[in-house]
C-alpha cells in the first residue's frame, strides 16, 4: 500500500508541477519527451511521438451507438501532442488508470468522459475495447508499432479518460486511453490538445450557454466585448456578442443583472478602478440605448484588478483577468 501511494503522489506532483519533463528516458525513441501538463507513470517508456502546431481532434463521451459509430464528441483543435508508452512489469492497467484520473482531478481538471474494464469486451460503454477502436478510427494512430488496439494470448482489460483545464495560456484537454496488452506490458496513449490562443480570440459569447452559466453559478463571463486599448470604447467586434447577449436577456425578462468590469492589474488601483467602471457602464449604456434593455435591468459596477482568475504575471493571464461579467442580482 506504501508503494501505491508514493507512485500516486509522484504521478500528482508531475502533473502539477511538469518538473520532470526535460528528463531524458534511455528508452524513448529519438527526441521524445513527456508533456508538462501530464508526465509519465514511473517506468513507462515513450514508443511513438508525435506533435502537431494546429490539429483538429474528436473526444468521444458517449456511449458507441451503432456499427463504429458514437453520437457524443467535443469538437475542439490546437497544439496536439500524441505521446504512446509501454510499461513493463507487474502493474496493471487499473492501477496505472486509477494514478492519472486521481492525477487530473487533484490539478484541477474536469471529467468529460471516463470507463474501466478489468476484462477485454466488446460492450458499447466508455473505456471498452469496442469503445477504443471507434474513438481512435476518428483519431487516427499509426498501424503499426503501437499495441493499444492490438491483443495477444494474455490480453485484459481497457480504460480510457478525457478531461479539460481552463489555464491562462488557453483551455487544455487531455484524453488517454489504455489497454493492458497482455500480464506484462500496460499500453498507454496520451493525447494533449492546447486551444489555439488565436482560436480563443474569436469565442463569442452564446445565449444558450450564457442560461447555463447564469443558472449553475450566477455569473458569466461575456466573451468576444472588445475595447480600445486603455479606454472604454467598445469597438465593431463586440456586435456578435452583443446581439447574443441581448437575445439572453430578452428570454429571462424578470431577471436583472449587475454588470462588472475587471481588469488586469496593470497599472494602479485607483486607475484601474475607473477603467473597469467605465466599461462596464459602455457595455449598459450601449444593450439600452442600442438594444431596447430596460435600463433597471442593469447596475454597472467595476471591481478593478480586485478578482483576477488568473495571475498577472503572463499575457494570457492579463487578457483573462480583462472581462466583463453579467452576475445575477
Known sequence: MRGYRSVLLWVIWSVVTGLISGEVHAGDVSGAKDHPVVTRY?????????????EPYAIATGPVTGYRAIDEWIETQGRTTRIYYELEGAKT??????????????????????????????????????????????????????????????????????????????????AIGMTQYSQDIVATLIDVIEVDEVETDLVTVNAEAMGDAIDEYGRVTLDGLFFDHDKATLTAASKPALDEISKFLAARPQMRFYVVGHTDGTGSLAYNQSLSERRAATVVNELVGSFGVAKERLEAHGVGPLVPVFSNASDGGRAKNRRVELVER
Open 42 to 54: 514511473p517506468g513507462s517508456e515513450i514508443k511513438w511521438y508525435d506533435v502537431q502546431a494546429f
Open 93 to 174: 492497467h487499473s492501477e496505472v488508470f486509477a494514478n492519472y484520473k486521481k492525477a487530473l482531478v487533484d490539478a484541477g481538471f474536469e471529467l468529460l468522459a471516463e470507463g474501466l474494464f478489468t476484462k477485454s469486451s466488446r460492450a458499447p460503454e466508455v473505456g471498452s475495447r469496442n469503445w477504443l477502436g471507434v474513438h481512435y478510427a476518428k483519431n487516427a494512430i499509426p498501424p503499426d508499432g503501437l499495441r493499444l488496439l492490438q491483443g495477444s494470448s494474455t490480453s485484459a482489460g481497457s480504460a480510457f479518460v478525457a478531461a479539460t483545464k481552463e489555464r491562462a495560456a488557453g483551455r487544455v484537454y487531455v
